[in-house]
């Protein structure tokens, strides 16, 4: 979309707006225009992955294994939250009454059991980030100290500076 906005001519009135001023305005309108299919596309969309996310949760060992297939597999395109999010906000992922109130999904129901200052099941908590908490927040940061570690021992200063960034992530 870039290179074909770029060299639009428009008229020298507007001159101050041409060359890469232009994109942005033109992406924005074209992004509404987006925006506003969308919700007649998604419906579809959102219903295959509800089915699908059933299918998971109810067909034991063989679904897990198909549920770390999708995650890993989507993890490269970002897309790995479409899997997870089935069962963090759905009645896939379960569901309990927590200070009389009805909760749907995983995360929902971490949340409300945070927000009443009761005690988090075992099972739920197991289930929460279904058990990659570690691996998301922890391991990296472990990794890249481990790396500076290393570095401090050969001396290489740039590329302690280029590190440490990343294991405040």
Not at 32 to 54: C, E, R
Not at 132 to 149: P, T
Request: proline share 7%.
């Amino acid at each position: 979309m870039y290179k074909k906005i770029v060299n639009l001519r428009i008229p020298e009135s507007l001159g101050f707006y041409s060359g890469p001023r232009l994109v942005p305005i033109i992406t924005l309108i074209v992004m509404s225009g987006f925006g506003l299919i969308i919700p007649f596309i998604w419906p579809p969309f959102f219903n295959l992955f509800m089915l699908i996310g059933h299918w998971i949760s109810t067909s034991g060992p063989v679904g897990y294994f198909f549920y770390a297939v999708a995650e890993r597999v989507t993890i490269p395109f970002g897309l790995n939250h479409l899997v997870t999010s089935v069962f963090r906000f759905t009645p896939i992922g379960g569901s309990a009454v927590i200070g009389g109130e009805e909760y749907y999904g995983t995360l929902n129901m971490f949340m409300a059991y945070v927000k009443e200052n009761a005690v988090i099941p075992l099972d739920l908590a197991g289930k929460m980030e279904q058990g990659k908490l570690m691996i998301q927040y922890g391991l990296a940061g472990a990794a890249c100290w481990r790396c500076i570690a290393l570095l401090m021992l050969k001396t290489e200063r740039l590329s302690k500076h280029c590190l440490f960034p990343g294991c405040l992530r």
